[in-house]
């Protein structure tokens, strides 16, 4: 396996953390351990080659599930598999996965897996529990999955075995975490990202921290609230301050929710389950991803009592599909729906396939050329303003939200088409390189679109590059209602779960209430443009 990027990269985010909340006593201790050559290889097949996520879920001896009985023997070898037997079927012709200790055949759900064929192939014959939860919910398996696919269950040894099992970049993210402060020693949102960075898996972080192309989009988003400052006025009483708003009727503690992200599974076991807890105890909105590793179900169940939780949807080429998601979101509970708008293709994500391909194709010669096929995968290409109409039919009463606005004559449009709110955004610089920094989409509607702005039935909200509690105060000086954050989100559940996402929260809500006293505003509602300098953005 070629490990000339991993390894430089592992050390970068020890030495990262170790500058921010890592203790300095502890700091041997957080150095990766010396690991034998099969581990590595072990670690290797987690995901083809190389990538391995957090211990998620052992596998355990579980019993079998309900519908084996039914099957038992229909395939199988009705007695219990040896990972030496799972092994020999790895191949299109006969394809074993084991997940939880059981075994199915997919064969026949190689050319039908929506996460394509090539990661189901690669992974043949493994046990891929941890690969598995960190990217599905679990309602994921019940609807694909047939009874007459499970083969049986691995034998103790194997589930021994596999219990055993830590690989090496497990090792490290164990002695990083073990090296880590505590909470409280944390003070800014790019502690929570240098502490992500070093305990989540080195793929994850690849897919959490890539933009598209150059990253110019990426860097520009967060560059752009720096072109832009502030004229504070003085000698008025700011002794009471109220950081208060509500975000499409409902109450926030700060004006800011929680953007969709897809996988939060990948950086901490409960994901966007501790994520709802963090954000329930702080008091602020959270959108789920339509990708989330943890169903709306799920994150409902961990919410609190009538805490909302927005579903977030890409609308799929099969429209039945989509429909379908939506019915269940409204049924699940959804408080509204968020239409992505800016993936009609996958962006060209550069860091993410540069990690990826090294540690897929290791193998530094001989390799068949690759043309990378277009992703068509996260959207439906043909969508049209007119599908405003039919999502809001599916999904009656509910607020619908078009998120991914990156000009403001689309602001115009999305209003006159009956949209609820959109979100400025260029994705977290995802996809179209380029795509101007939305706080700079905002000034446009500022200056060419005012009256959306300041409609009682529509919100114009923006996210992208969000970091400090002055960069939410100057989005909403420019007529944003509220901001998203997305990847802080991720940091902070990654390094510290739902207590990590409560904390990220407390951060923003001091840095936005210094601000407002230092401004000399005491609600949100006061915050107007003349506070802005923004004759450099
Ligand atoms: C055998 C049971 C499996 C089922 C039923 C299944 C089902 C699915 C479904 C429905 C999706 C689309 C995501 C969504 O709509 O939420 C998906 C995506 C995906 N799956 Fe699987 N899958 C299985 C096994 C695997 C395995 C074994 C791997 C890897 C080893 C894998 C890797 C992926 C990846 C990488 C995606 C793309 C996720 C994204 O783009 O965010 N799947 N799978
Ligand atoms: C790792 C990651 C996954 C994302 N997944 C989704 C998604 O599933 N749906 C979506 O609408 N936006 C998704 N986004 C975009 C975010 O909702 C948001 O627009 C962006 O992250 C904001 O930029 P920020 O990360 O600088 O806060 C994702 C962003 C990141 C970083």
Not at 265 to 270: D, N
Not at 277 to 284: K, L, M, N, V
Not at 408 to 434: I, T
Request: charged content about 20%; proline content about 6%.
């Amino acid at each position: 396996m070629t490990l000339t990027l991993a390894r430089p990269l592992a050390r970068a985010a020890l030495r990262t953390a170790r500058s921010v909340p890592v203790r300095a006593s502890s700091t041997s201790s957080a150095a990766p351990r010396a690991v034998p050559r099969t581990a590595r290889l072990l670690a290797a097949a987690a995901l083809g080659a190389g990538a391995t996520f957090l211990a998620l879920s052992e596998p355990a001896a579980a019993e079998a599930p309900p519908h084996a009985k039914a099957s038992a023997g229909s395939i199988a070898t009705g007695g219990k598999i040896s990972l030496a037997q799972l092994a020999k079927h790895s191949h299109s012709k006969s394809l074993w996965i084991a997940i939880d200790g059981k075994v199915y055949d997919v064969t026949d759900f190689l050319d039908r897996h929506p996460g394509g064929s090539k990661i189901l192939a690669e992974n043949g014959g493994k046990d891929v529990s941890k690969l598995f939860h960190s990217i599905h919910p679990p309602t994921t398996f019940d609807k694909y999955i047939r009874p007459d696919q499970y083969v049986g269950q691995l034998d103790e040894e194997s589930l021994y075995t596999l219990s055993k099992e830590t690989s090496e970049e497990e090792q490290r993210i164990q002695a990083t975490r073990d090296a880590m402060f505590g909470i409280n020693s944390v003070v800014s949102l790019s502690d929570l990202e240098r502490l992500a960075e070093a305990v989540v898996p080195r793929h994850a972080w690849a897919y959490y921290s890539t933009g598209a192309d150059t990253e110019a989009a990426l860097g520009e988003n967060a560059n752009a609230f720096k072109r832009v400052y502030f004229r504070p006025r003085t000698m008025r009483d700011v002794s009471n301050t109220d950081t208060s708003t509500t975000v499409l009727g409902v109450k926030s503690s700060i004006p800011v929710y929680i953007s969709p992200t897809a996988r939060n599974g990948m950086g901490h076991p409960e994901g966007e389950a501790a994520v709802a807890r963090g954000a329930g105890e702080a008091g602020i909105l959270q959108v789920l991803s339509h990708f989330a590793s943890k169903s709306l179900d799920e994150v409902k169940a961990a919410a609190k009592d009538g805490q909302q939780v927005g579903y977030q949807l890409y609308l799929q080429p099969d429209r039945e599909q989509s429909a379908e998601a939506v019915r269940e979101a409204v049924k699940n509970g959804a408080h509204s729906i968020w239409l992505t708008v800016d993936t009609t293709i996958l962006g060209k994500r550069e860091t993410e396939r540069r990690i990826l391909a090294q540690e897929l194709s290791p193998a530094p010669h001989g390799q068949p050329l690759n043309r990378a096929p277009l992703d068509y995968g996260m959207s439906e290409p043909k969508m049209t303003w007119d599908d405003i109409a039919w999502i809001r039919s599916l999904a009656p009463g509910l607020p619908v939200v078009i998120k991914g606005i990156g000009a403001w004559e689309d602001v115009v449009l999305a209003y006159q088409k009956g949209a609820d709110a959109v979100v400025l955004s260029n994705h977290g610089g995802r996809q179209l390189d380029f795509a101007q920094p939305p706080l700079k989409t905002l000034y446009d509607v500022h200056q060419h679109a005012p009256d959306t702005l300041h409609q009682p039935n529509f919100s114009v909200f923006l996210d992208g590059g969000i970091r400090h509690g002055t960069d939410v105060l100057k989005a909403l000086c420019l007529g944003a209602k509220a901001v998203g954050l997305g990847r802080p989100a991720i940091h902070a559940v990654s390094a510290y779960g739902s207590e990590g996402v409560e904390k990220m929260i407390m951060i923003l809500q001091e840095e936005i209430d210094i601000g407002m006293k230092l401004l000399g505003v005491t609600s949100v509602d006061q915050l107007g443009p003349e506070y802005l300098d923004t004759s450099k953005l």
